[in-house]
């Protein structure tokens, strides 16, 4: 058994203003997926600017922010939104949704692709290999917080989480930070460095993504409040991850099937 870092969840405070470590991870991994973005400006059609790259990652984040609260009010948290609708601006209490932050960056992108006149796979496929930076960060966030941990375990690596009981369990978050975030990051950069159709980098990272996430909540608890939906394993992570599944498989046919047409 290893023991859990406990980190303030708190990084700064100064008086009654607290910034904590979860909102920093966002704010490192956008900054990050910016920084790479600016460094691909010649992947994009000709004629894009890196002021244009700047508004592209800037709406991209307010789509995942939007997308990411709406996601979790509406798929986790739906029954105290009909209590108390205020709940939805009560970021400071966490919750985000990954699958609700994935609709609202693909709504964002559409909206600016439309305003561009550019294609809307195009984008996609731009965005897609930035990411799982912001994965990354982000579930290390969650282990931070020492929440969204993982089921009981007697793997050398497991940890008692403050909160959790005394039983160790599987550091579920390191798992998503290590497949969503690294390893998918190496696979799609590694991907885009060769000649592929278009649609094909978006296909993969949701094949990718969604193969990932899928297994990992195998080891990971659900939300307490919603529990297993059947069989006593099927979590609504997974349910939500399936469509990436599929739509991720049907892209990646429809890509090459175009290449050869």
Request: net charge positive; aromatic share 16%; charged share 15%.
């Amino acid at each position: 058994m290893l023991p859990y870092p406990a980190i303030d969840p708190v990084a700064v405070s100064l008086g009654p203003l607290k910034i904590h470590w979860y909102g920093l991870m966002y704010i490192i991994g956008i900054g990050a997926a910016w920084w790479l973005a600016r460094k691909r400006t010649a992947m994009l059609e000709p004629g894009w600017r890196k002021e244009q790259i700047d508004d592209l990652i800037f709406y991209s984040a307010l789509g995942l922010i939007v997308g990411g609260r709406l996601g979790y009010t509406l798929f986790y948290n739906f029954s105290s939104f009909l209590q108390e609708p205020t709940t939805l601006f009560k970021v400071w209490e966490g919750g985000m949704s990954f699958h609700g932050g994935l609709l609202g960056v693909l709504t964002a992108l559409w909206l600016y692709g439309r305003a561009r006149k550019t294609n809307f796979f195009s984008l996609t496929d731009f965005i897609a290999p930035l990411v799982p930076i912001g994965l990354f960060f982000g579930r290390i966030g969650n282990f931070i917080n020492g929440e969204l941990w993982g089921k009981v375990s007697e793997v050398p690596w497991a940890m008692v989480f403050p909160g959790a009981g005394l039983e160790p369990r599987h550091p579920s978050q390191l798992y998503e930070a290590l497949l969503e975030g690294a390893i998918l990051f190496a696979l799609l950069n590694a991907f885009v460095r060769r000649r592929r159709p278009k649609m094909a980098t978006s296909g993969l990272f949701l094949l990718l993504y969604g193969i990932f996430r899928f297994c990992v909540e195998f080891v990971r608890l659900p939300d307490a409040h919603i529990g297993y939906l059947a069989f006593g394993w099927l979590t609504l992570g997974q349910v939500l991850t399936l469509p990436m599944i599929f739509f991720g498989g049907v892209l990646l046919i429809l890509a090459y099937r175009q290449k050869t047409a």
